[in-house]
C-alpha cells in the first residue's frame, strides 16, 4: 500500500505564502508524476501544478507566476511554495502520485488526505 501524507497548510493572511509538502511512503518502486490538486466549497477538484519525473512541470493559468512545484525523487516528496496568495486560493489542497508497487503491477493513482489553505481577505 502507498500513502500520502500532506503537511503545510495552514491560515494566512493575502499576500503571504506557505509551503504544502507531501511525502509518499509503502513499498514504492518508482513514482512517475506527481502534483498537486484543490478543491473550493461546492466546486469541482482542479489541477493547480503537475510536476514529471525529470522535472518537467505544468500550472494552471491562475497560479501561474505565484506557485512553484517541485520534488525531491529520493525522498519521494513534491512540495508546492505557494506566494502572493490570494481569498480565491482558498480551497483543501490534495497531492497525487503516479506509483508503480513493482514491475509487475501497473502504474497506480494515489491521493493523500488534503490540507486545508485558507487565505483570509
Known amino acids: 500500500q502507498v500513502q500520502l501524507v500532506e503537511s503545510g497548510g495552514g491560515l494566512v493572511q493575502t499576500g503571504g505564502s506557505l509551503r504544502l509538502s507531501c511525502a509518499a511512503s509503502g513499498s514504492i518502486f518508482n513514482i512517475k508524476a506527481m502534483g498537486w490538486y484543490r478543491q473550493a466549497p461546492g466546486k469541482q477538484r482542479e489541477l493547480v501544478a503537475g510536476i514529471s519525473r525529470g522535472g518537467r512541470t505544468n500550472y494552471a493559468d491562475s497560479v501561474k507566476g505565484r506557485f512553484t512545484i517541485s520534488r525531491d525523487n529520493a525522498k519521494n516528496t513534491v512540495y508546492l511554495q505557494m506566494n502572493s496568495l490570494k481569498p480565491e486560493d482558498t480551497a483543501v489542497y490534495y497531492c497525487?502520485?503516479?506509483?508503480?508497487?513493482?514491475?509487475?503491477?501497473?502504474?497506480?493513482?494515489?491521493w493523500g488526505q488534503g490540507t486545508q489553505v485558507t487565505v483570509s481577505s
Open positions: 497525487n502520485a503516479e506509483v508503480m508497487l513493482s514491475l509487475s503491477t501497473p502504474w497506480e493513482t494515489n
